[in-house]
DNA sequence: CGACTAGTTGAGGCCAGTCAATGTTGGTGG
DNA sequence: CCACCAACATTGACTGGCCTCAACTAGTCG
């Protein structure tokens, strides 16, 4: 059963571990995410209303399952803490994994057209998320333009970055993907204040190699052999960008 | 510069070929392809005021641009008549074909966010598309819901189809990605009314491979050999499905 | 008719996958 | 606190699927 989300689709929150609300810093405005969330740019009014229809702040724990394809879908996740795995599954039950998500990015959005959620997300690490019921939120957003606006570019901006990832998998050799990879979340976590040369993977090999359309091996000896040009510096997870400039040459040499 | 979005990014359309409102069959109200487009299921009334505000409808050349990377966002398209490729370019100019788009489906998805297009889109045949300015099918939605819920609806289909193609690419062997490619395009055609074993292709061999991550020689190969095994019959850009079910087989077995 | 584009087919090479052995890390319980 | 175990990660040897290069055919348009 999910996490969160409610059991067997019911739409019911059922998670016994609520975060309450008279808890410092558990509001949008204090959010020091807020520019990069839904609320991004509303006036403080606004903000308070949007605040209210938050029904509830939930935390997950490492592994657990927010949703699943199939539940019905009642509302979106901001993500305050941690981070999650997307994933899809094929027929024969391997995983594919397609979108990594952290902090002050949205879960859910792929419910938004048929009433039912359709990929699986599950948390990397311990992580927590604020629930945002969707009717609510479609009859706020009428009345609040910007909220508005911010919903539509939250949606075409998973639109664009799962066509960069159409491209990346499409016609980009296995170096040329970690590469991308590890740019592009130390650019993420760079907006968010993170380091923008240090970083620490959540995921697994396999997951990592999952996402990018390779091997597990294949990321390992990968890592090997950005690590030997001196482009990177592994320690397990722990990865540091020596030479950022360098890996974006390997992705440009064509 | 762009056939019909308008040069240089300046948004008004300069089409020298919109074709006259007073042409029958040229409302929502009329057109075949309205339940699976952008009026679907509105009442006579909205589907009279979203006609109104369609700025034009004007047809597009083979191998014309509709709207390039950068352009500003004004709006989007819906395909009446034919269809097009999407696609991004990477550093080094080659070009990745991430989408394929008939009649009765949606451009432009990828602009609302940022208020620029961010991909590519081309004619694959002579088309027709209908303008919907977003400023106003904006307002329209918030006076009618069912309106609103389309566009999340189309929104999100594009969603969930990029992440099909993500698994699809990420995980899938060559000849199992024909197969799909095949079988879905013949599912898009019969839900137009058009037969579910036999069809056209407007793309050369060079588009699907760069859509499939692959080849093109690769699939040349695997058209013969899928011809071999009985499942299809190909002659040129025309396939017959022989053996759906067979063909399913191929994608399934693991 | 010639030039061009699209498509097919073959031969050979290489990148990433597969299989397998070994090393490392981190969580758990004694 | 440390020993243990399981999960995670690395590395090597080999394989194979798809790519590359190349020759040839078929259809199209001026």
Redesign the interface.
Known sequence: MSAVAGGKGTGVPVSPNIIPFHEPKTHCGSCTLQELCVPFGLDPAAMRRLDELISYRAPVKKRETLYRPGETFNGLFAIRLGSFKTL?L???G?E?I??YRIAGEILG??????DRY??EVVALEDSQVCFLPFKEL?QLA?EVPPL?RNL?????????R??????L????SAEERLALFLLNLAERYQTRGYSARELVLRMTREEIA????LKLETVSRLFSSLQEEGLIQVQGRAIKLLDPWGLKQV??R?
């Open positions: 899809l094929t027929e024969d391997r594919q397609i979108g959005l792929d419910g938004i057209g048929s359709t990929c479609d009428l508005r539509f570019r939250l949606m075409s901006r998973d639109l664009c799962d066509q960069d990832m159409m491209l998998l499409g016609s980009r999952s996402f990018l359309g992705v440009e064509s």
